[in-house]
Structure formats: C-alpha cells, structure tokens
C-alpha cells in the first residue's frame, strides 16, 4: 500500500513539475553541446591561421645590383681630423713622391762613342784618283775602267801618313793588293784606312792617336795601284759601308 503511494506521488511529480525540470536539463544540455561545438571549431581555425593575420614578405630580387655604399670619411675642421681619431698622412700608391736619384750620372765623354768633327788630310798633294763607286774610273794599273773605294793622293815615299782624326789603332795588316794598311777606329761606326804604306809604321794594335798623328811612311807595298805614282790610299767606312773620304776632308 505504501509503495503504491509512493509511485503515485512520483508520477504526480513527473507531471507536474517534473516536466519543466527535465525540459530545462535537455535545453542546458543541448547549450553545453552547442558551445563546445563551437568552441573547437574556432579553436582549429586560429590555429590555421598564421600570426599577424594574412601580411604577405616579398624577398628582393638577388639579381639586381645596388650601388655601393660610399665609406664615411671622419670630417676634418681647421686641418684636424674627425674627434677620438689620429691624423695619419694619405698615402697615394699611384702618385709616389719624386725620389731623388742618386745614381752616378753616365759619363758623355766615352772615348770613340761619336763621330769627331775635327778632320785633316792624311798627307798634301794632288788627287791622282777620286772616290769613284757609282761611275766607272780608269784604272792606269789594270789599263781598264773599275769603281774606286777610296781616295788616291800624292806623296813622296818616306812622307808621313797622319790620321784624319782622334781615334783607337784597331787593326795593322798586310794585303795581298794594297800592302801595309791602317786602320783607326774614330768611333761612331766611321773608320778610316790608310794603304800603300812602308811596312815599319810609327803605331801599334790599340794605340790611341790625335787628328794629324803620325801612322807611317808612304811606301810603294801596293800592288794593285802600282801603276801610279807614290801615294797614300784613304779610305772612310761608316758602319760596314764606303764612303767618299772628300766628305770629311773639306
């Protein structure tokens, strides 16, 4: 009997007030739901989201040139230089300063370094044959015509050869043709020799001699020119090649 009274008592409840009690737990439990639904579903799309929102970085071209920065310079005032530096001299690798030279000048008066300008004529007499390579001349030996290197001139036998100018000995030699000969290196290439000689000469091998030194004698050694009265045979070589002796004896 008393659990009839009891189970009627619940089911009067469930009735009345019940009803609004278990509609109201549905509804908090329908909320609670909703907000946990909609809490994870933000909760994933922040963490998609990068931070800072959706600001985009764009990286520089690497490719393309920049123009170099220009190194400050310490600003100088009243020719002092920039506070907490020391004043050091600039140095200009491309622009040195002069430097003394004091290397010994070279010496302009070498022996036989330059044609001398000074000239005089082997011995005086008359010109028996010239200086003669471009036009054939007679030969009064030979009785034919031939070009001439040299300078034909007069002299007694026993006359003294002088050489034409300052200058070295450089060679004393017999020749088959013109006998005893001289020859005086007056440097800058220019040579004078001087044929027909008599074999003793007054000079030897690399003795140095003054304008209007004493070589020899005229002789008559030369066979090639024995056709002619005695004479001095001249001849002037400048650098290997004959020239005419009259253009050195004015």
């Known amino acids: ?52 929102g959706g600001a985009s970085v764009t990286v520089p071209d ?43 000048e070279p010496d302009t008066q070498e022996t036989n370094q330059t044609v001398s300008k000074v000239f005089t004529w082997p011995a005086q007499g ?52 013109m006998g005893t000969t001289i020859v005086v290196d007056h440097g800058g290439g220019l040579q004078s020799w001087y044929s027909n000689l008599a074999p003793e000469t007054a000079v030897q091998v690399g003795d140095s001699v003054d304008i209007g030194g004493v070589l020899g004698t005229v002789g008559g050694s030369a066979i090639a020119e024995s056709g002619e009265s005695p004479h001095v045979h001249l001849e002037t070589v400048l650098n290997g090649q004959p020239v005419d002796p009259k253009d050195y004896l004015k």
Not at 75 to 95: F, H, I, L, R, Y
């Open 126 to 177: 008359a010109v028996l044959r010239d200086y003669s390579l471009e036009v054939l001349s007679r030969d009064p030996t030979m009785g034919d015509w031939r070009t001439h290197s040299g300078l034909d001139i007069a002299a007694l036998e026993g006359v003294n050869v002088l050489s034409i100018s300052a200058g070295t000995v450089e060679q004393i030699y017999e020749d088959a043709l």
């Open 62 to 104: 690497q490719s393309v040139s920049r123009p170099a920065i220009p190194t400050p310079k310490p600003v100088q005032s009243d020719g002092e230089t920039a506070a907490g530096s020391d004043p050091k001299p600039t140095v200009q690798p491309d622009d040195p300063e002069p430097v003394k030279d004091t290397s010994p």
């Open 1 to 52: 009997m008393k659990n009839q009274n009891f189970l009627k008592r619940i089911g009067d409840f469930a009735l009345g007030k019940g009803f609004y009690i278990v509609l109201f737990l549905c509804v908090a439990t329908i909320g609670i739901s909703g907000y946990y639904l909609l809490r994870s579903v933000v909760g994933s799309s922040e963490l998609t989201q990068p931070a800072g």
